[in-house]
């Protein structure tokens, strides 16, 4: 399926990351010690959501020939003590029945991001050293 890899050197906290045969940068921000040269971690999480779930309702509108002119995902990530929390917020744009909206919201919950998301996920984690 998807794969990604990450290198970082001794540059505080530049992280090219290659992925699809794209590169991109991540980095925290000034105020954590970075540079602020790309989107911090949990920005490329929330954009996988939000691209996510924009990309679903839209192939499911196309899908259904539902006259939905466009999708905007809104997404908030914050913390409440000990639980970690994404607020979203969509707003369809479209001649739409109440009945076609709340099935675009059901649609919502199985995207297959918001499905790995809410299920959790098992990260099997090895450590290599590096050959010179």
Not at 88 to 93: F, G
Not at 107 to 116: G, L, S, Y
Request: aromatic content about 6%; charged content about 20%; proline content about 3%.
């Amino acid at each position: 399926m998807a794969r990604a890899t990450a290198h970082i050197g001794t540059e505080t906290y530049a992280t090219t990351l290659h992925v699809a045969g794209r590169t991109l940068v991540s980095d925290e921000p000034v105020a954590n010690g970075g540079q602020d040269a790309g989107l911090a971690p949990y920005d490329f999480l929330l954009s996988a959501l939000a691209s996510c779930t924009a990309i679903t309702l839209r192939m499911y509108a196309n899908h259904k020939g539902w006259p939905v002119t466009s999708v905007d995902v809104a997404l908030h990530f914050y913390r409440d003590g000990e639980k970690e929390i994404i607020d979203r917020v969509v707003t369809v744009d479209g001649d739409l029945t109440a009945d076609q909206r709340e099935r675009l919201l059901q649609v919502t919950e199985r995207t297959p991001v918001t499905k790995t998301l809410k299920q959790g996920l098992t990260i099997a984690t090895s450590l290599e050293v590096a050959t010179r």
